[in-house]
């Protein structure tokens, strides 16, 4: 069965620390994507990539970094966490096909006070 | 610029039908996808169009007129589990998928 898990369902930062989330899937999928979810805004796609080592911008890149080191793995990093960081994160990764579907991990509330 | 509409949220009676509708603009088309999320959930398959016309799958179905920019779901015999956010999603000529904000749907008994 396809899977994404995320590392945390709910987390709480103080504003300037590092925060790490990490993703993982089990599906050999070659595309990753880092989305924030916030009310009336829909999804917005913060980075993606489609390759070990590789990194694309998406619309808000802004105070945000990734890192895939691994195929299955992709991480988000909050360099210095700041209170309108605070959302709902969402993973996801595609096949890298032509159908892309995207599957999505079960999501991280991150607050940060 | 690259757009994707829909109504931002619609209230519908357990038992009934409702309809819900996506037009877009879009740098090239490769596909429309209706996605389900459920409140602090994460969105869910629920069905894909890349040629025109219905594709029905049990009480949901959608369409996809591509001349028209135009995609709709159908929701038939409503039920309270129904309560969602219906997010519509275009696949562009890059192959990279667009996202509607969402339709928020809320079922009354």
């Known amino acids: 069965d396809v899977k994404v898990t995320q590392s945390s369902r709910y987390l709480v930062k103080r504003t300037g620390e590092k925060v790490f989330l990490e993703c993982v899937q089990d599906m050999d999928h070659e595309n990753m994507f880092w989305y924030r979810q916030d009310p009336g805004l829909g999804l917005r796609l913060i980075y993606f990539?489609?390759?070990?080592?590789?990194?694309e911008k998406g619309d808000i890149p802004e105070g945000y970094s990734v890192s895939r080191e691994k195929k299955e793995r992709f991480s988000l990093i909050l360099e210095s966490a700041s209170t309108n960081q605070t959302s709902m994160y969402l993973c996801?990764?595609?096949?890298?096909?032509?159908?892309?579907?995207?599957?999505f991990g079960p999501g991280t509330r991150l607050t940060v006070l | 610029g690259q757009n994707i509409d829909q109504p931002t949220e619609m209230t519908a009676t357990e038992g009934a039908i409702v309809q819900i509708n996506c037009t877009y603009q879009?740098?090239?088309?490769?596909?429309l996808f209706w996605y389900q999320q459920h409140a602090g959930e994460a969105p869910t398959f629920l069905s894909y169009n890349v040629l025109d016309g219905l594709e029905e799958k049990g009480r949901f179905s959608s369409f996809l007129s591509r001349s028209k920019g135009y995609s709709y779901l159908l929701l038939k015999e409503l039920q309270m589990k129904d309560s969602a956010s219906y997010l519509c999603?275009?696949?562009?000529?890059?192959?990279?998928?667009?996202w509607g904000a969402g339709t928020k749907l809320i079922i009354k008994p």
């Open positions: 996801a990764s595609s096949p890298g096909t032509d159908y892309n579907e995207q599957f």
């Open positions: 999603a275009v696949t562009d000529s890059n192959y990279q998928l667009i």
């Open positions: 990539s489609y390759d070990v080592k590789m990194k």
């Open positions: 879009t740098s090239g088309f490769n596909g």
